[in-house]
């Protein structure tokens, strides 16, 4: 009897076993069809607009992800997202999708550099706010649409410290400054900077001001109206319209607007922008930093405090 019930169960075990070997093979084949479709389906479905939300402060240290936000990404990070995109057959245009402040001199100045060396059509399209360093970055574009309320220009630099002496007298701290040189401790927040140093900071704002200026003229060559450019070129925002008519925006409009000029410039055929595939690219942070990242937000803090910082703001 015992024998029996055995022989009974074997085929049982078989069955099983074969059905699993049946799903492994199942699943590997849907692995390989899924490549094979990857690799053919530009020419299938034909090329796709890329996204990229430019919806952050340009920094080179970036954001950590929070309890209460995804971060975002540091200017290299982001430099490097859209440098890959020239590796991608899928993609036809780039659409670069503008709500920053803009944010420090140098990370503005590696974004910059990938999106100028994009070999892909590019659209910049300013949604909210692309103001100072974002409008730096979107000025490497071959298009620009701004909606008419968006607020945009702050071409300029800014460097701000913070002097807190008069603070830690009343709170009787005394603080004891060692320096190698006369200048070592510009900017320092335990004194008064003297109008030497005002002078030396001034000249280097202005030399920075003056390549800002010069990548805009470049970028915007025949499209500026000169004696409005001029004018505005003080550090004032603008509002889309008033971009417009600067010449520093090509067209005022929508999202949708954007996406269109972008499928003409990869010469997609389209009727409307729901006729355009979408590829979306993720900018949020890489960072493994902490939830709350207190010793970042403490070293960012520090270094701010002890060195002035120049900023496309």
Same mark, same amino acid.
């Given at each position: ?86 590796? /991608? ?20 100045? *590696? ?15 300013? /949604? *909210? ?61 335990? /004194? ?43 550090? /004032? ?36 922008? *729901? ?39």
């Amino acid at each position: 009897m015992d024998r029996y019930r055995r022989d009974r169960n074997r085929p049982k075990s078989g069955l099983i076993i074969g059905t699993g070997l049946l799903l492994v093979i199942a699943f590997l084949a849907v692995i390989i069809l899924f490549f094979i479709f990857s690799a053919v389906s530009p020419s299938l479905v034909g090329p796709c607009v890329a996204v990229v939300n430019v919806d952050m402060p340009l920094t080179v240290e970036g954001a950590p992800p929070t309890l209460f936000d995804s971060g975002y990404a540091s200017s290299g990070q982001l430099a490097y997202t859209i440098e890959s995109l020239n590796s /991608r057959e899928d993609v036809g245009a780039v659409l670069l999708v503008f709500n920053s402040p803009g944010g420090t001199v140098v990370a503005t100045g *590696e974004v910059y550099r990938a999106v100028d060396g994009l070999e892909k059509p590019k659209v910049a399209y300013f /949604r *909210e706010v692309a103001a100072s360093g974002a409008y730096y970055v979107a000025s490497g574009t071959d298009h620009i649409v701004s909606d008419p309320n968006a607020l945009t220009g702050s071409i300029g630099v800014v460097s701000t410290t913070v002097q807190l002496s008069g603070l830690l007298n009343n709170l009787g701290v005394n603080v004891t400054t060692i320096k190698s040189g006369e200048h070592k401790d510009i900017a320092s927040s335990y /004194r008064n900077m003297t109008p030497e140093e005002k002078a030396i900071l001034q000249e280097l704002i202005d030399e920075i001001y003056e390549e800002f200026r010069s990548v805009v003229l470049e970028n915007r060559k025949g499209k500026l109206r000169m004696s409005m450019f001029n004018e505005v070129t003080d550090g /004032r925002i603008l509002s889309g319209r008033q971009a417009y008519e600067a010449g520093l925006v090509d067209e005022l409009g929508t999202r949708d607007d954007a996406i269109m000029s972008a499928a003409e410039l990869a010469n997609i055929t389209a009727e409307s922008p *729901e006729d355009v595939r979408l590829c979306y690219v993720s900018t949020t942070s890489a960072s493994d930093g902490s939830l709350l990242s207190v010793e970042g937000m403490l070293q960012t803090m520090q270094m701010r405090l002890g060195f002035p910082m120049l900023s496309y703001e």
